[in-house]
């Protein structure tokens, strides 16, 4: 799958992925393109972030680590680093260089932006028309919009996601957490490896485009639904309303799923309430939500009995539900670590941490050992050297 004239690096510790030989070109910024790549890297592809002088700008974001951006080493694991003025004859001849060798390159610049650097698809191809050019923008390659910046909370407000969160009849809310980010980071993962698998058959590379505005309206393709003839002025939140949600207990707060008859029994039983569940006013989701007024202060009243963790345990299997916990839970959690999600890095700087890893399982090729975010420039020398050497060999 990889390219056949491709140098050689070093090799990862641990076993093969189904990416293991695909070198990848990483030249975008912030979170959605780069854990695109991390995701390439999980599955074994050899994945050289290329920087531009001033760095990759999520390293400068706010971190309670002293050396490095926590945002930046959660983002860009297993990846060696580069930095590139593209704008410079020399970084420039240094990518093209890069690009004869590479399978995918990746970029986040606005549409405009590449060919002024001279690294648009259409170039490219005419030095490897092998290579996958994935390019990752805020809302597309056409339109009005298309040379505008795009961020994730940007796209989350303008698609709707703000206003269905907040509260009804209250202001829009952000969804903290870079969801739109994350998910377009999937798809620009998945993208790329159907693109390779098709190379397989046609020996070309192609253009794979992802926008972060058809990622937010992909992640809402359950409710961006309007049928001919329908008003636009209708409801479309899912949420099934009152009993299932967060709940305060004792102590902490529970989220409760119980749409389903069975779970809404279980729930009744395990919380005294078997009068709700035998009242015909209350035996669908529909009539629950109309009728949440009546449930709700009877339901919060027998969950102050026990604490959200006690709960949980007492629930077990017959309702489907959550303690709230804070992120730092899950370093220690046994469901966590029987999945092996978490991984032990080593650090040049920080030391050693523990960080999220093997985000898909594959059985007979699970990919090889995770390693730290790159330094800024800390290997240059050797990606270049190796080029250097591949190309005097060749010549």
Known sequence: M???????????NGAPGPLSGVRVLDLSSYIAGPYGCTLLADQGAEV??????????????????????????????????????????????????????????????????????GID????????????????????ETGPMKDKAGYDQVLQTMTGMCAL????????????????????????S?????????????????????SLLRSALTMQSARMIWADGESLDIGRDMRSGGVTGIHPTREGHLYVSANTPRFWKALCEKTGLQRLAADPRYDSVRKR?????????????ALAAHSALEWEALF????????????????????????????????????????????????????????????FDQD????????????KKTA
């Open 165 to 188: 969160q907040g509260k009804r009849g209250g202001p829009p809310e952000i969804i903290y957490g870079s969801v739109v980010d994350y998910y377009a980071a999937a798809l620009l």
């Open 2 to 12: 990889a390219a056949t004239s491709a140098f050689n690096l070093a090799e990862r």
């Open 380 to 391: 240059s020398q050797a990606v270049l050297g190796a080029l250097d050497g591949a190309e």
């Open 190 to 210: 998945a993208g790329v490896a159907s693109a390779l698998y098709e190379r397989e058959h046609s020996g070309r590379g192609q253009f794979v485009g992802v």
């Open 48 to 117: 050289i972030k290329i920087e531009p002088p001033d760095g990759d700008n999520l390293r400068n974001y706010p971190s309670t680590l002293a050396a490095e951006s926590r945002a930046f080493m959660g983002v860009n694991r297993s990846k060696l680093g580069i930095a590139l003025d593209l704008k410079s004859p020399t970084g420039h001849a240094a990518l093209l260089r890069l690009v004869r060798e590479a399978d995918v390159l990746v970029h986040s610049f606005r549409p405009s932006v590449p060919k002024r650097l």
């Open 316 to 375: 077990g299997d017959e309702v489907p539900c959550a303690a709230a916990r804070r992120i730092e839970d899950m370093f220690e959690h046994p469901q966590v670590l029987s999945e092996n999600m978490v991984a032990t890095i080593e650090h040049p700087v920080v030391g050693r941490y523990h960080g999220v890893a093997y985000p898909i399982k594959f059985g007979r090729t699970p990919g090889p050992v995770p390693f730290a975010a790159p330094r």
């Open 121 to 140: 698809h259409e170039q490219l191809n005419l030095i490897n028309p092998r290579l996958i050019y994935c390019a990752i923008s805020g809302y597309g």
């Open 289 to 301: 939500a109309e009728h949440a007024a009546e449930i709700i202060p009877e339901l919060h009243a």
